[in-house]
């Protein structure tokens, strides 16, 4: 029979104050935690690290920002996230958007592009061309 894996979660505060101060999977670590904190109202609950409430998917955002004067790429970045599973398993979507504006005159363009972590090559290639189509655009090209 295989051990059901625990989640250990310190919190302190009750209802507008609660607060998780941390989470572990093994007991001891949670309790050498939580003895660690100074607040009078420390607890450890425990719940099921795995189950049919709650299985993970993770995603992968990418964003990238345009000067719409030059076509240059002003910044890139991305970051991975996790989410609840059932939400968009295996979907791909990128969308570009004016994100700065002066007196009616657009600064900037993001492109932006959220996927399944499973899809991210998909996903990389579709927030490129993205890019490159919205730069050659502002140049004119």
Known sequence: MSEELAAYVVTTGEYSDYRIRGVFFDEASARRYADGLSDSDVEVEEYPARGPE?????????WTRVDARTG??????????????????????????????????????????????????????????????????????
């Open 72 to 141: 240059d790429v002003m910044r890139e970045w991305s970051s991975v996230s996790v989410r609840d599973a059932g939400d968009h398993d295996g979907q791909c979507s990128t969308r570009v958007y004016s994100s700065s504006m002066t007196i009616g005159q657009v600064l900037e363009y993001t492109v932006s592009t959220i996927a399944d972590v499973t899809q991210e090559e998909r996903a990389r290639k579709s927030h490129a061309e993205h890019v490159a189509k919205k730069r050659a655009e502002v140049m004119g090209l």
């Open 54 to 62: 709650f299985v993970a998917g993770r995603d992968i955002f990418i």
